[in-house]
């Protein structure tokens, strides 16, 4: 069983539609990210949630709305698509912060390839 | 800033050579991990070293870190050509909110 999921795997739309990619962890993880990986493969993160609250929000602009219902999915919802939103979208999540401060590995999932016309 | 920065950007070897990788950041971390891309696919983490160590292993691979010079490196032993992949550094800045940073990642090629 896959551990990270995302959904779809390939999006293909027109400039100014809203979609939307959902995400599901059955880790068990308590926080969830959106990272955005551009043409040059540079990966960068969106948002985080730990328990369903927002955690980080990295001056993404509003037009990208997360939201998670429960601590095993988040979901993007993009509104208002431009160009400049062609990218893959990967989904990850991590255990809990460790004791002593000391943070573990992030699980992928296999990303969300969107294509802006 | 970007925090990570690996070299070289891409690298191409014979199998059963070695590959080594490095990376380097700006600030002080809790932790370096590698993670390693195939084409088309998601990230998979390989291996997390903590800001007090110094060395690692994991199978075939070999990290370092040395915090003074805030680097590291990737060393791949006997590589095979399934390990033709992109290899990228993410750290996790101390005192930091739970993300990582990536770096823009080695894309490496092994030849058979």
């Known amino acids: 069983d896959t551990a990270v999921s995302q959904t779809p795997k390939y999006l293909v739309t027109q400039m100014g539609n809203d979609k939307s990619i959902k995400c599901e962890q059955n880790?068990?993880?308590?926080?969830m990210y959106w990272y955005k990986q551009d043409s040059k493969k540079f990966l960068k993160i969106m948002f985080s949630y730990n328990n369903k609250e927002l955690i980080i929000n990295e001056t993404v602009p509003n037009r990208f709305s997360p939201k998670s219902p429960d601590k095993a999915h988040l979901n993007l919802h993009i509104n208002s698509l431009e160009l400049g939103d062609s990218a893959v979208y990967f989904c990850?999540?991590?255990?809990?912060?460790?004791?002593?401060?000391?943070?573990?590995?992030?699980?992928f999932g296999p990303g969300t390839r969107l294509t802006v016309l | 800033s970007q925090q990570g920065e690996e070299d070289p950007q891409a690298l191409s070897i014979q199998e059963g050579e070695n590959a080594t990788m490095n990376c380097s950041y700006k600030t002080s971390i809790n932790n370096l991990q590698w993670y390693r891309q195939n084409s088309g696919r998601g990230l998979v983490h390989l291996i997390l070293i903590r800001s007090n160590e110094r060395e690692k292993h994991s199978g075939r691979l070999r990290v370092t870190l040395d915090t003074s010079k805030k680097s590291s490196s990737l060393l791949i032993t006997a590589s095979r050509a399934a390990d033709t992949a992109s290899y990228f550094c993410?750290?996790?800045?101390?005192?930091?909110?739970?993300?990582?940073?990536f770096g823009k990642g080695t894309k490496l090629t092994v030849n058979p």
């Open positions: 880790l068990g993880h308590d926080t």
């Open positions: 990850a999540s991590s255990h809990p912060e460790a004791s002593g401060g000391v943070r573990n590995e992030q699980f």
């Open positions: 993410a750290t996790d800045a101390w005192g930091g909110s739970e993300k990582l940073v």
